[in-house]
């Protein structure tokens, strides 16, 4: 299976701050990485597809990057309804795995 | 409008079984992969399975901890989606979200799952 190594874990961060989120595949995995939006008692929600395609309806601040084994998530101006935990997922192969989630928090 | 709308979750007791429906609405069901991804209260996302489209093989893969005892089926004829839970376990309690992989283009090429249900709350517990 491929492990996935999501960092940080948590962040406190303010209104209008720049985010950074990376993600690190035990195997290369091209551009099989998607990046999710959770809020609890919510579904997720679809960010960014093959590694930096921005899903339809997604906001313009939010953009993915990477190749191989190695992504990121940026969020260049945080907004208050930012607040969530993202999760990478390779769908490179089965089974898909996640991160193990970075909770965005307010500073 | 695109939905997913799960329902059957609820309180059983180790070792029992339950199933899961997720039905399908404003897309051709019968075109689409789909997935069940679950959440461990506190925990993260957990993906458990996935079904691929007839024209494709109609197969399904499972994640190892549930391989052997999750079944997933999908009912075209009725825009369903189906999670037969077999031998359940304590650290089987979770929400469980069904999912479709987006059914176009790079969508599609890099399964990325568009469209999640809400969710239902599976409680495996004496």
């Known amino acids: 299976d491929i492990q996935m190594t999501q960092s940080p874990s948590s962040l406190s961060a303010s209104v209008g701050d720049r985010v950074t989120i990376t993600c690190r595949t035990s195997q290369n995995i091209g551009f099989y990485l998607n990046w999710f939006q959770h809020k609890p008692g919510k579904a997720p929600n679809l960010l960014i597809y093959g590694a930096a395609n921005l899903q339809s309806g997604v906001p313009s601040r939010f953009s993915g990057s990477g190749s191989g084994t190695d992504f990121t998530l940026t969020i260049s101006s945080l907004q208050p309804e930012d607040f969530a935990t993202y999760y990478c997922q390779q769908s490179y192969n089965t089974p898909r795995t996640f991160g193990q989630g970075t909770k965005v928090e307010i500073k | 409008e695109v939905q997913l709308v799960e329902s059957g979750g609820g309180l059983v007791k180790p070792g029992g079984s339950l199933r899961l429906s997720c039905a399908a609405s404003g897309f051709t069901f019968s075109n689409a992969w789909m997935n069940w991804v679950r959440q461990v209260p506190g925990k993260g996302l957990e993906w458990v399975g996935q079904?691929?489209?007839?024209?494709?093989?109609?197969?399904?893969d499972y994640a190892a901890p549930v391989r052997g005892r999750f079944t997933i089926s999908r009912d075209d004829a009725k825009n369903t989606l189906y999670l037969q839970m077999n031998s359940l376990k304590i650290e089987d309690t979770a929400v469980y979200y069904c999912?479709?992989?987006?059914?176009?283009?790079?969508?599609?090429?890099?399964?990325?799952?568009?469209?999640w249900g809400q969710g239902t709350t599976v409680t495996v517990s004496s």
């Open positions: 079904i691929k489209r007839k024209t494709d093989g109609g197969t399904a």
């Open positions: 999912t479709r992989r987006g059914g176009t283009g790079l969508m599609s090429y890099y399964h990325a799952m568009d469209v």
